[in-house]
Every structure is written in structure tokens, then in C-alpha cells.
């Protein structure tokens, strides 16, 4: 569906913003080569992902580096530039190594993993390695199903009592990769994990008044559901901004999966609460709890994410009133994006959306460009100057 154009987001300003952002891909494409930088930058420059115990530096672990080669498929559907092409193939490539190998796959984030890597090789080229990888990714992220409880654990080692029986709200992003799965094979088991798992969360990590949980805990072996708590937000009972997006974007993309109408509902209660919640230039704080007078970092990133949640929303609506609202809150959140959350010129960043932040009370990533802000950001001008776009998930 063509994603029309609102005051403000002009075709020029998307143009001017692309074009700035192809340069940095094609730099950072460059600088890296077949290796992956780290999460976030350092004073606005990507460092090489650091070596660990079984990984070189910039070698291929943790749950980021398929933003890198998302940002690849996607400078190459807007330009069909070899350079591109052949960088995402060589990425591709790695994936499938990485999950053949079994190296750091005991992560629920398999499905952005290979949903951005792997999936996009199959989809874009006819890649049959590329398929095949994505499979056994789909294979090992199945692994991670909790029964009663009916969901996929987030992070860690199954038999990690402090794991054990935890999701996250990021995980709704997680579950095309089962539909993509089931797509292409039949197997009933895949549709079935996803529609128990997101309607999990959306029974319980949505909250009564809109807001998201970051986590949550069932107990795995009768699945009663425990609690609510958060990893990167504020407080337990504050809403991270990041989280938040995710509902939007996993709600409206599990949805158009399963055809279920409490998720298209869950998908817009978070958006209104979101919407809500937005200081004056439409890019939120770090958590939603925090507004307008305050001195709290701005998460750029949760607004990149929101803004392809709301386009999603738009396409699923197709027509009328919440078509158009979505429309036009996801062209305003982008223009401020474009206009105050970018470098002044490619070269003055390796980022192509600044004022992220990964986890603050970590201290980690706050007030630099990350990867996903950078993808979600280049997928949200992707979506405005290619209507009709196909996307990954």
C-alpha cells in the first residue's frame, strides 16, 4: 500500500535523508568489511564488536550485528548498488556459518538474527543457503518454547534458574521468523508457538492502562504467570520507551500473522499510550515516565521503531480515521527524526540517527548511535519512498 506523504515529511527531505544515510552504510560497509561493529558508537564512531573467550573482534555474536547487514539489504532494495548486494551476501554467508556452527545461540533475538540476514537473502535473491540457515534458526528458536506455559524464553541457558520462565516485550519482534518458517514449510508447529506466545503477552505484559512491561516471569512448569519487572526501564512499574515501541511494531506485525483481532487492539493501545507520552518534538525520553522539563536522555531509536510500527498500522488499516492518524504521527515522528536526531553531515558520525541509548542503568550506549536505531530508522525512509515495500518480518 503507497504510504502517502504528510507536511512533514516532504519528498525532498526523505530524499536529502536517504542519500545521506546510503553514504554512511557504504562507509561503515567498507570500514568493517565481513566483521561487525559493536552495538553502539563510542563519541558517535563505531568500534570493532570486541573479542571475547571463542570470537575474534568484530566477530559475528551478541544480538545486533544483523542491523549491519539489514541496513545492507536495504541500501541495496533502494539502490541495487553491487556494493551493497555483495556486502549482505557476505553477511549472509556468516549467519548461516554462525547457526551451522552453533556459536552464541541461546537467545530468543535468533529471529531478528536471521529475519535481517538470512531471510532477506532467500526473499530478495533466491538464496537456498540462506533459506536453509534461516530454518535451523527458526529450528533452535522453537527449542526456547516453555510448555504449559506457552512461551519462549528470552535470554540465557534453558537450566538458568534466574532465566528460567522469562520473556521480554522485544520478543513480539522475534516471531517472524516462526511465521516466515511456517511459510515456507507447512509445519503447523511454528503458528501454533506464535500464537500462544503473543497472546501470552499481550494478556499479561500489556498493562490495564496501556504501558508495557519489560519482562515478565511464568513459572515453566505449571505456566501460572508471576510478575512484571523491568531490565532497561526506569522502575518495575515505569514504561521504557523502547519497550513500548516494540509492542506497537510486534503487536501490528503478529497480527498480520495470525489474523488475531486482540493483537491489532494490543498493537494500538500501545501506540495511543506512546502517542501519549511524547514531549514536544515527538521523540521520546529514554522511559516514558519522564517528559518535557526533564534532563533525561531521548531514546531516538524507540522513535525509529515506532515510526515502522505506525506505517505497519497504517498498511493493516488500509483506510479511515486510524489509517490516517497513524500516518501522520509516524511522518511527524520521522521529520523530527530527519531534522534534529541526525548528523549535520554523513561524515560527522558513523551513525545515522544519534541520541540513542541502549541501557542506562547499565550506563551503556547513552546518548550514541546503535544499530537498531540506525536499521528501524533506514527502514522507516525505506517504507516512505518505496510504497508497497516488502518488509523482512
Known amino acids: 500500500m503507497t504510504t502517502p506523504l504528510t507536511p512533514g515529511t516532504t519528498e525532498t527531505s526523505v530524499d536529502t535523508a536517504i542519500a545521506a544515510a546510503l553514504q554512511t552504510v557504504l562507509r561503515n560497509s567498507a570500514t568493517f568489511g565481513a566483521g561487525y561493529p559493536d552495538d553502539t558508537t563510542t563519541d558517535g564512531r563505531y568500534l570493532p564488536r570486541p573479542a571475547v573467550t571463542g570470537f575474534p573482534l568484530g566477530g559475528n555474536r551478541g544480538w545486533t550485528t544483523s542491523f549491519f547487514s539489514g541496513m545492507e539489504w536495504l541500501a541495496w532494495e533502494l539502490t541495487h548498488t553491487d556494493a551493497y548486494r555483495t556486502a549482505a551476501l557476505a553477511h549472509s554467508a556468516d549467519f548461516s556459518r554462525r547457526v551451522r556452527a552453533g556459536e552464541d545461540l541461546d537467545t530468543h533475538d535468533l529471529g531478528f538474527l536471521y529475519s535481517l540476514s538470512t531471510v532477506p537473502a532467500w526473499r530478495l535473491l533466491g538464496d537456498t543457503e540462506g533459506r536453509e540457515a534461516a530454518l535451523l534458526a527458526a529450528d533452535h528458536l522453537m527449542l526456547r518454547l516453555l510448555e504449559p506455559a506457552g512461551i519462549i524464553q528470552a535470554w540465557g541457558d534453558l537450566s538458568d534458574p534466574r532465566q528460567r520462565g522469562r520473556t521480554i516485550v522485544d520478543s513480539l519482534m522475534n516471531m517472524p521468523l516462526l511465521t516466515w518458517a511456517s511459510e515456507q514449510t507447512g509445519d503447523p508447529r511454528y503458528p501454533d508457538a506464535v500464537r500462544r506466545h503473543t497472546a501470552q503477552l499481550r494478556e499479561h505484559i500489556v498493562r490495564a492502562d496501556n504501558s508495557t512491561f519489560h519482562t515478565f516471569y511464568w513459572d515453566a512448569e505449571t505456566g501460572e504467570a508471576l510478575r512484571g519487572a523491568t531490565e532497561q526501564g526506569a522502575f518495575d512499574d515505569s514504561c521504557w520507551a523502547r519497550g513500548q515501541a516494540w509492542g506497537i511494531y510486534g503487536f501490528a506485525l503478529n497480527y498480520r500473522a495470525t489474523g488475531d483481532p486482540l493483537l491489532l487492539d494490543a498493537a494500538w ?125
Open 269 to 393: 493501545r500501545c501506540a495511543d499510550y506512546f502517542l501519549a507520552h511524547l514531549p514536544a518534538d515527538s521523540v521520546p525520553f529514554w522511559d516514558l515516565v519522564y517528559n518535557d522539563g526533564s534532563d533525561a536522555p531521548r531514546d531516538s531509536s524507540s522513535a525509529a521503531i515506532a515510526v515502522c510500527g505506525l506505517l505497519e498500522l497504517a498498511d493493516l488499516e488500509g483506510a479511515g480515521e486510524r489509517a490516517t492518524r497513524a500516518t501522520e504521527a509516524a511522518h511527524t515522528m520521522l521529520a523530527s527524526l530527519i531534522e534534529n536526531y541526525t548528523p549535520a553531515t554523513p561524515e560527522d558520525s558513523d551513525a545515522l540517527l544519534l541520541h540513542s541509548v541502549y541501557d542506562l542503568p547499565k550506563n551503556n550506549g547513552v546518548d550514541e548511535g546503535t544499530l537498531w536505531g540506525d536499521y528501524f530508522y533506514l527502514e522507516a525512509l525505506t517504507r516512505v519512498a518505496l510504497p508497497g515495500w516488502k518488509s523482512f518480518w
